[in-house]
C-alpha cells in the first residue's frame, strides 16, 4: 500500500463546475498536508497547506482535512482551463514529504 | 536568484556512464531536498541536507547514487554506472529550515534518460 493515495483521474471537468480531488494517507504521523500542482513538464508548486482539522479556503481552491479518517480533499470552484493540470497531495513528517501520483485534471472550456 | 536552479535541465547518458546533477537552492535557505519522479509517478524521496550535513539519505536506491552539499549551498547528486531505471525527472527542492510546515519550493527538475 503506498502512503498516500489519490483517486485516480483522469478528470474532466466544464469550465465553471467544481472540480473535487480525493487522497487518504495511511502514515497516522504525518503532520502536515499539502496540495501542490504540476502543469505537465513544469515542476510542483505549492497551491494550498492545511494543518489542522477543518476547512481552508484560498480563492477558488478550498482544502479539507480530517485526521480521524486519514483523508485530505481538495475543491476547486468555477473551473478555469488554466487549472488544467496533474494535482499532487502530499505529506509531511518532520522534513520528508510524501506524495501520492497524482490526479490528472482537465477543464473543458 | 529568485528561485531553485537546476543544471542541466536534459541529459542524456548510455547505460554504464556516470552523471553529475546540479541544485542551487535559494539564497539562505538550510534545507535541501532531492526528489525522483517517474513518469506518471509523484515525487519519491531520495535525500536531506541541512546545511552541508546529510542527515537522511534513506531514499537513494542504490550505492550507485551519492549526493553531497560541501560549503552548505549548492548541491550535487551523482549517479554511478547508469542503469535504464534511472530514467526520470530529479527534482530539488529547498525550504527556509525544513520545517513541518514550510514550504518546499521546487527547481525545474533534471531530465535523465538512459539510453
Known amino acids: 500500500q503506498k502512503e498516500v493515495e489519490q483517486n485516480s483521474g483522469p478528470l474532466s471537468v466544464p469550465e465553471g463546475a467544481i472540480a473535487s480531488l480525493n487522497c487518504t494517507y495511511s502514515?497516522?504521523?504525518?503532520?502536515?498536508f499539502f496540495w501542490y500542482r504540476q502543469y505537465s513538464g513544469k515542476s510542483p508548486e505549492l497551491i494550498m497547506s492545511?494543518?489542522?482539522?477543518g476547512d481552508k479556503e484560498d480563492g477558488r481552491f478550498t482544502a479539507q482535512l480530517n485526521k480521524a479518517s486519514q483523508y485530505v480533499s481538495l475543491l476547486i470552484r468555477d473551473s478555469q482551463p488554466s487549472d488544467s493540470a496533474t494535482y499532487l497531495c502530499a505529506v509531511i513528517r518532520d522534513y520528508k514529504l510524501s506524495f501520492g501520483a497524482g490526479t490528472t485534471v482537465t477543464v473543458r472550456a | 536568484g529568485a528561485g531553485v536552479s537546476q543544471s542541466p535541465r536534459y541529459k542524456v547518458a548510455k547505460r554504464g556512464q556516470d552523471v553529475a546533477l546540479r541544485c542551487d537552492p535559494i539564497?539562505?535557505?538550510?534545507?535541501l531536498f532531492w526528489y525522483q519522479q517517474a513518469l506518471g509517478q509523484g515525487p519519491e524521496f531520495l535525500t536531506y541536507?541541512?546545511?552541508?550535513?546529510?542527515?537522511?539519505k534513506s531514499g537513494l536506491p542504490s550505492d550507485r547514487f551519492f549526493a553531497e552539499r560541501p560549503e552548505g549551498s549548492v548541491s550535487t547528486l551523482k549517479i554511478q554506472r547508469t542503469q535504464q531505471e534511472d530514467s526520470a525527472v530529479y527534482l530539488c527542492?529547498?525550504?527556509?529550515?525544513?520545517?513541518?510546515?514550510?514550504?518546499?519550493?521546487f527547481g525545474p527538475g533534471t531530465r535523465l534518460l538512459v539510453l
Open positions: 492545511i494543518y489542522s482539522n
Open positions: 539564497s539562505g535557505h538550510v534545507s
Open positions: 541536507f541541512q546545511n552541508e550535513a546529510q542527515l537522511d
Open positions: 502514515d497516522r504521523g504525518s503532520q502536515s
Open positions: 527542492a529547498s525550504s527556509l529550515v525544513g520545517g513541518r510546515e514550510e514550504t518546499q519550493y
